[in-house]
């Protein structure tokens, strides 16, 4: 009897539950046991299996090898410097990406031309391309980069090759190959907030500008931020990339290892690792940025994992309170429409 | 009758392309008054109400808030089309509500009454924040000052919105449709808002189909039908005794 029934003086009586033979899945069983033998081969060449390699015996991977090589200096530099092109070009993607989805947006013919041309330019060619024309490119067009009047005199000038060290070609060439991509998300961000919004915040007396940056960029945030976890995800792994410009990255710190050494394998796994790595700890920053932004638009936010795992240890579901202490406290609780207002 | 009109349109035309919206609008609401604009759907009550608050160009005619010409300057007898920052200037003393409240999702409710005060005016935080508080009281939602939009009832939004407004202290008012998006139920909250306030003498033109509103406190009710003033005068009397036919059958459907 629920308390719904006592309350209204009723009583029903609660039928037994059923107990009904379940529908067998023999295919699944099949299915585990193929899926077990092929984990198994997997595990044991991967991990057991020892072949001859000179005169020492080997795990197949060579995975003594990967474990000599992880931490190493160059390696670990490689990294470093891996996380420094990520950093840098997707803040130039970022920043450059907004200007050019303002100006594509502009009821000004000239700007969104100007980024009509440039998304169709840097979106129509290959990055690797781009990134070897930054680095070689602009020295063979221009050896003598000078300061000065345009067409006028020049004020000073110096060789394009100092200028265009390997690091800067490819911050640039990431950067603005990436701020092509980031126009057309920052785009559909927002287009994606209501046109009322610029109405109202237009009847209050505020400007295109600060319209722009506190009333539709921060909703458009909740649009732009999924598909931006994904590019700063993807531009981490295109600094590869910049091994054609020369830049000590992690993929070409491994490649000078393995061809010195050459532990070819073994040190692509090295890098596997380190990539793996990090775009696991950005996939994690990602989920919680996201619940970030969702703030205002969802009544109550859902459980992290680390909610959902303390839930699960008690027994019962975190309550809203407990979510809105983990969540940093600046959640309201929702309490429903209430009534006495009516 | 000789004091500075708040609202002054004489003959005012608004074409959308070849779409002739707005065919002629003369009006005219005195300071403190409550002028409610009642008409059939498409009759381009809500294009006149953004032609007021610069969101729309007039193409002809003259109109004037407070004695000043909108979106333009008279200068040796030729208009000039107002800067982007003139039109903001005069945007901010002007307060509008609008039928889907179009409250900033991502702000609390007090944020939301601060964010032009501080960003816009430039007034001091903590003054702002006193004077939003004061705002909440006034529309009775003190408890809900922290609260986002998609956590209040459509007229709880709906008086945020009105708050908001006000939090610029305008000189005049505009409501479009302010009820029209609500439940039955919460259309009295609204009301009973916008009623002190027109107690108060805040310069209101109302869209609304409100009949009761009108009765209560409007000074003036104006029917317009087609970008045309059809009838307009005192309440009591258009509302109960219609001159016009075009009147007379808008009146029976919505009454
Ligand atoms: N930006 C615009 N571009 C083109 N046409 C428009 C635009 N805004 C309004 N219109 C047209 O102008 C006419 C009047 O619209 P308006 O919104 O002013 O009517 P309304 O009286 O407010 O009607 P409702 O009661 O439905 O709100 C309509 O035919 C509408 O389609
Ligand atoms: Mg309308």
Redesign the interface.
């Known amino acids: 009897m629920t308390a719904q029934d006592e309350a209204a003086g009723t009583t029903v009586s609660r039928p037994p539950d059923i107990k009904a033979v379940p529908v067998r899945h023999p295919g699944r069983w099949v299915a585990v046991a193929i899926i077990a033998v092929i984990v198994a081969m997997m595990v044991h060449t991967a991990v057991f299996a020892r072949v001859k390699r000179g005169n020492s015996l080997q795990t197949r991977f060579g995975w003594g090898v990967v474990g000599d090589y992880l931490f190493a200096r160059p390696i670990l530099q490689g990294v470093l410097t891996t996380l420094e092109l990520t950093a840098i070009g997707m803040a130039i993607g970022i920043v450059g990406g907004i200007l050019l989805a303002v100006m594509r947006l502009s009821v000004n013919p000239v700007l969104s031309g100007v980024s009509w041309v440039y998304l169709w330019f840097f979106r129509g060619t290959p990055l690797l391309v781009q990134l070897a024309f930054w680095y070689s490119g602009i020295s063979y067009l221009y050896p003598q980069l000078s300061l000065g009047v345009p067409f006028g005199p020049e004020v000073t000038h110096f060789s394009a090759n100092n200028l265009i060290v390997p690091m800067v070609a490819a911050c640039i060439g990431l950067g603005f190959n990436e701020a092509a991509y980031m126009a057309e998300i920052v785009r559909a961000g927002i287009l994606s907030v ?1 046109e ?2 610029m ?10 500008a ?1 319209t722009m940056r ?2 539709i960029l ?2 458009a945030m909740r649009v732009i931020i999924p598909p931006t976890g994904n590019e700063v995800i993807s531009m981490l792994k295109n600094t590869s990339l910049a091994y054609i410009a020369a830049v000590g990255e992690l993929y070409f710190a491994q490649y000078i290892i393995a061809a010195r050494t050459y532990q070819i394998v073994p040190m692509l796994l090295v890098a596997c690792i380190w990539y793996l790595a990090m775009t696991s700890v950005l996939m994690v920053g990602q989920y919680y940025i996201e619940r970030h932004y969702a ?5 109550q936010m859902p459980p992290t994992p680390w909610q959902k795992f303390r839930g699960l240890v008690r027994r019962r579901p975190p309550t809203p309170a407990e979510i809105a202490v983990d969540a940093g406290a600046d959640l ?1 609780t ?2 429903g ?2 009534g006495g ?2 | 009758m000789t004091g500075t009109p708040m609202v002054l349109a004489e003959n005012i035309h608004k074409s959308f392309g070849a779409l002739h919206v707005l065919r002629g609008i003369d009006l005219r609401v005195e300071p403190g008054q409550v002028m409610v604009l009642v008409g059939p759907s498409g009759s381009g009550k809500t294009t006149f109400l953004r032609c007021i ?1 610069h ?1 729309e160009k007039i193409n002809a005619g003259r109109l004037s808030v407070d004695g000043e010409l909108v979106g333009y300057r008279e200068r040796g007898g030729r208009l000039h089309e107002m800067r ?2 003139e039109v ?2 005069k ?6 509500v ?1 039928q ?1 409240f ?7 409710a007090l944020q939301n009454i601060m ?2 005060p501080t ?2 005016k430039k007034v001091r935080k903590d003054e702002v924040r006193a004077a939003a508080q004061r705002l909440l009281a006034q529309v ?1 939602l003190s408890d809900r000052a ?8 459509g ?2 939004k709906q008086r945020v ?1 009105i708050a ?2 006000l939090a ?1 202290n305008p000189k005049l008012m505009l409501f479009d449709e302010p009820t029209s998006a609500l439940d039955p ?2 259309v009295g ?1 609204v009301l009973d808002v916008m009623k002190q306030l027109a107690r108060d003498g805040m310069t209101m033109v109302v869209v609304t189909h409100e009949m009761g509103f009108a009765r209560e406190v409007g000074d003036e009710v104006v029917f317009m039908d087609g970008g045309l003033v059809v009838e307009s005068g005192n309440p009591r009397e258009v509302l109960t005794n219609p001159q016009h036919e075009r009147t007379k059958a808008f009146l029976s459907k919505v009454l």
């Open positions: 209501e009322g919004q109405e109202a915040a237009s009847s209050l007396g505020m400007n295109r600060l506190r009333v921060p909703q703030r205002g638009a969802v009544r309201p929702w309490h429409v209430q207002q009516h | 608050n969101l982007d920052s903001c200037r945007r901010a003393e002007i307060g509008m609008f889907h179009n409250l900033f999702p991502h702000m609390t964010e032009a960003r816009v009775g922290d609260h986002y939009p998609s956590q209040l009832s007229g709880q919105a908001r407004a610029m139920e919460l909250e």
